[in-house]
């Protein structure tokens, strides 16, 4: 069977090479019209020959066209759109998206008031229309939205025959509704040519902004590798290829992960690993408490490997049991953002992740933990907990979806703006900090660009890794919101960082609220937190062979 091709993406200076032939040809054209040029004198010749060959079938075609590409039609397929990446948990393409759609519709608007040109005049048009003509916003709008679409269809392994049929869907689309401007009477040839280059060079900015890394952010690695880590996890003692096919396997699926699990999807799971010839037996579980007693039993039962099927707290909680044994995590990634199976090279399709299980090796790495609670990503202090319970206080309060509740909750908490004061012993060394956040990580993670990334140095490296804010204050914070949004942050610039292999946080408050993987709890200060290296076996894809590329 043919495979999907690879994703494919513009380079930086791929981007800004088309970014700046699109605003040559944008500048060629503006400049024709206010010199009156040879395009601008042949507008009205062209346009009059095509409203003259007018016919009534082809009018309503072309006023659906035109309907569909308006800024309502535009915007009601970019809501629509976001909804579907919210749904699939690609929601790091949002911010790329809402630049380049409702920002292009404002910006052609904006560049339409300074060019001041008359709509076209003439003795039958089929619209009326009153507003300025250059460059046409029905025409720039499609060509920001199918931009948009193409991009998405090609930062993601897909068919080639989908691709080349949105590659002729998106070009088709755009060159229609520039003929239906111009057809229907309301915008000149040179309107819809200046309104295609405007929306390319828009969208060429967008994408070197926001748009160039939100696939591999969500979706992880395009090729699954062993752990993208300059310290590898040590191979666990006896590592074998996948587990053995008389190995004792359980599954534990939470249901409330992002992904749901049904039990048609349970038995499902348990028919797909009989073909890879493991027999398991699939549990659904509903609650955290479920998750930590299930596992706690399955380890009493001799299990050689428990699989946890859900986001990173289902996988933290079946971990927390695993760690100090000798019995093998698996993951099978159903959650909304799974870093801990990105950061291992773990794939996010459940049918290669089932693969894994079956074809994987075992490797030690690193958990952590504060107080006793063990955590397999990060641990944060101040403003993040806080946001995660009213977030979650409003769901369940208000029935507000996940993403609304957390625009919400983070708006309060600025209001709000707790700062705290933290004494610190790192490594014994103390330390005193003001902030209104610190995030503690099992191993070192990358702080670059939107948002904090994946672990730069492995899983199996020994360490905690600190970062405390350095802005302080409602302006620093939005400043420091701003250049996350825009991906300007920094380590160096924005955060204080620190190594350690223990670490004591302690306040003027006797208990505190503690996030360990994205779940809230509230702890006794202070607290102490501890690396225990190579403490879980946890099987991953195994290493490709030499010649497997070739």
């Known amino acids: 069977m043919q495979r999907s091709p690879a994703p494919l993406r513009l380079t930086a200076p791929e981007a800004l090479a088309f970014l700046a032939a699109a605003l040559l040809s944008f500048a060629w054209l503006a400049t024709d019209l206010v010199r009156a040029g040879p395009i601008t004198r042949a507008d009205a010749g062209v346009m009059a020959w095509v409203h003259a060959h007018s016919r009534e079938t082809l009018t309503r075609l072309m006023v659906g066209v035109t309907h569909l590409h308006s800024y309502t039609g535009v915007c009601l397929m970019a809501a629509a759109a976001a909804g579907v990446l919210i749904w699939q948990r690609r929601a790091a393409w949002l911010p790329f998206l809402l630049m380049a759609v409702p920002g292009g519709l404002i910006l052609n608007a904006l560049v339409k008031y300074e060019f001041h040109r008359s709509r076209p005049v003439m003795e039958s048009p089929l619209p009326a229309l009153h507003t300025f003509s250059f460059p046409s916003g029905h025409t720039a709008g499609a060509t920001v939205w199918w931009g948009f679409v193409l991009t998405l269809l090609f930062a993601y392994r897909a068919p080639v025959r989908w691709r080349a049929a949105g590659v002729v869907a998106a070009v088709g689309m755009v060159a229609f509704t ?67 096919a008389d190995a004792r396997i359980e599954v534990i699926a939470n249901s409330s992960s992002g992904q749901g699990c049904a039990p048609e999807w349970a038995r499902d799971v348990e028919g797909k690993l009989r073909e890879h010839g493991l027999d398991a037996r699939v549990t659904l579980v509903h609650s955290g408490e479920e998750i930590l007693s299930t596992a706690k039993q399955a380890v009493a039962r001799g299990a050689d490997m428990v699989v946890a099927s859900g986001g990173d ?12 044994t000798r019995v093998t995590l698996g993951v099978l990634p159903m959650g909304t953002l799974n870093h801990f199976a990105k950061d291992l090279g773990i794939p996010i399709e459940v049918d290669a992740a089932l693969g894994v299980l079956a074809r994987g090796h075992a490797v030690q790495v690193d958990v952590a933990e504060v107080n006793g609670r063990v955590f397999i990503n990060n641990s944060s202090l101040g403003l993040y907990p806080d946001i995660v319970l009213d977030r979650e206080r409003q769901r369940r309060r208000l029935g507000r979806g996940k993403w609304g509740a957390l625009l919400a909750a983070s708006l309060h908490a600025a209001q709000r703006y707790p700062v705290l004061s933290f004494d610190m ?121 030499p010649g497997d590329n070739q």
């Open 178 to 244: 520039a003929l239906s401007r111009v057809y229907l009477g309301v915008h000149y040839p040179s309107d819809v040519l200046a309104a295609v280059a405007e929306g390319c060079a828009w969208l060429m900015f967008c994408y070197v902004l926001l748009g160039r890394h939100p696939a591999e952010r969500v979706a992880g690695p395009v090729r699954p590798a062993a752990a993208p880590a300059t310290t590898p996890a040590a191979p666990a003692a006896g590592a074998a290829a996948g587990a053995a």
């Open 313 to 324: 707290g289902t996988v933290s909680a079946v971990a927390s049991q695993l760690a100090g």
């Open 425 to 545: 012993e790192v490594d014994g060394k103390p330390i005193s900090r003001r902030s209104a956040f610190a995030f503690i990580g099992n191993n070192e993670y990358t702080m670059e660009g939107f948002e904090i990334g994946g672990r730069s140095q492995g899983l199996a490296d020994g360490k905690l890794s600190l970062y405390i804010t350095q802005r302080t204050g409602r302006f620093g914070l939005l400043r420091l919101a701003l250049r996350a949004l825009f991906r300007r942050l920094r380590q160096a610039k924005d955060f204080d960082i620190l190594t350690a292999q223990s670490l004591v946080v302690n306040t003027r408050h006797r208990h505190m609220r503690v996030a360990t993987d994205g779940e809230v709890s509230l702890m006794e200060t202070p607290l102490t937190y501890r690396i225990r290296p190579a403490a879980l076996r946890v099987i991953v894809p195994a290493p490709e062979e």
